[in-house]
């Protein structure tokens, strides 16, 4: 587990891509999340002996990521981070799936493997979907999209608050743990300290939620939130949704890849 | 303990998306008419907390691993079941979008799990059960710690039968469950013990937030509302399931459907039929027919056992190198997108 203060900072660098202004930042919340969704479904559709057919999605997350300039290095160390449950799980197909499929060269490779690299490469296509959703939309305009396209706003309104003050609470924990830990001489906590920790830290939020609260009354707040940013569902966004969602079609439905393969093979000799 | 993506399937996870939105609707009713919506920012900030303490390691004694708290719990008992729930769900949205923390499709399960079992199950069945209306100390711990154990195994004992009932991992439901849950029981333990020393802490310093709670969470209201989710539930998956038997593919099925023919009509004519042209010219490979789109599960279900290796090589090889040639390809795209966008903002300069 990273410190907190790596996730803190990490949050932070998610906001800021959120605030560049591209091609991709313009687009309507909505068509990106619709997208986004689109891609998960479908990527999660193939049956788990596919690896190669997964290959081609992986245009829309990187077109993405490089239209919306975000660096590679940020989005592949923040999936390579999250990973490992999926893989964790993945790891045990090899051993109840021993089917020898074909041999490489003299390498035996088992059904096993083969689903065991297809749940890989799905951790990577959807996490890194979700990543780059974030960093290009930003989470209060994800949020707005989520309501517009139907989720309570009692939940939106929850989610803004959330993240509004999260940085705030994250800084606290982590200024908590730090004091702790100078304190226990490189020892990990028992469960009792940091159950007062936590205690402490419980209190301190809950009074900071009737300070705030008795502000935002003060600023005629009556259980609804506004934002500045108006959104339309302009041609573009039409012309952005339809040809992603069309090619996640195509891509589904014609293996492109053994066209590829069959292609290189008869190029090279 | 958060489910992933890449071990679900679409008939599984959107299962789960029903049950935890139809929980999510439900749940902003009741708290927009009960709790009034004013309190919303309390749960917001809350949610900030549960995010923040979640970071929070302690050791778990006699494992050598470490865990943190769950909080569903901790919220249902500070909070109430239904604004627990939001606050929750809430929680693991922003988790799964800023941590990709399991994805997008994982998340109707990871609400379900983290969720709904502790605020919806634990909570007004075996919290409040043990804990009764008025508890002393030592009865509100019990009851905190029990519920805790129960409200972890029931979240993996979900994430065990999500994986098994998507059929993407090879696990076996018997190794699996064996392997889940001594597992949550150690955490599930430490768990309780940190969330009864909190709920303790609060009742000695502020005894009425505890006190202020509906004490009706129990009553008959919640039973309706787990028999709707249940029935939703059933629904939905068997729906969803006999899309999905049907035919391996329950896309192409429901497509097929849609378009009211019995198979598409593709093949004989337009894209399809031009790239199957030109697969056919250009197939070297002694196999290219070995998977027609549609028999992409044969090989799952051993049909084609009696298959010659050769073949079978053939077609794993040009998969490998197709796939290989299309992950080149994607990222060459993304490399020349770049050059345009830099070629664009250095030509360009005050673009905005």
Known sequence: MASIDSIAENLRHLDEFARADTVVHRLDPRAKVVVTLAFVVIVASFDRYTVAALMPFAVFPIALAVLGGLPAGYLAKNVALAI???????????????????????????AGWISCASIAVRAVLTLGAALVLVALTGFPAVCAALEGLGMPRVFAAQMQFLHRYLFVLVDDAARSTRALALRSGGNAPRPTTVASLLGLLLLRTWQRAERIHLAMLARAYQGELHSRETWRFAAAEVAFVIGWVSLFCILRYYDLTRLLGTLVARVLP | MHMADALLSPAVGGTLWAVSAAGIAYCARKVRDDLDERKVPLMGVLGAFLFAAQMINFSIPGTGSSGHLGGGLLLAILLGPHAAFLTVASVLVVQALFFADGGLLALGCNIFNLGFLPAFVAYPLVYRRIAGARPGPLRLSVATIVAAVVGLQLGAFGVVVETVASGISSLPFSTFVLFMQPVHLAIGIVEGFVTAAIVAFVHRARPELLDALPASAGARP???????????????????????????????????????????????QGVHAALAALQERIAVLPDYAFRKSAEAASIATGDEAGDDQESRLGSSVSGIVGGSVALVLAFLIGFLLKWRVRAASGGGGSRR
């Not at chain 1, 021993?98 to 088992?110: A, D, I, N």
């Open chain 1, 84 to 110: 490992p449950f999926a893989l964790l799980i993945g790891l045990f197909n090899p051993f109840f799936d021993r089917e020898v499929v074909f041999h490489l060269g003299s390498l035996p490779v088992t």
């Open chain 2, 222 to 268: 919640l039973r309706a509302l787990l028999l709707a989710f249940l029935a939703a539930a059933a629904v939905t998956g068997g729906v969803l399931s006999w899309f999905a038997s049907k035919n391996p593919d329950g896309l192409e099925w429901s497509i097929a459907r849609v378009t009211g023919a019995d198979a598409l009509p593709a093949p004989e």
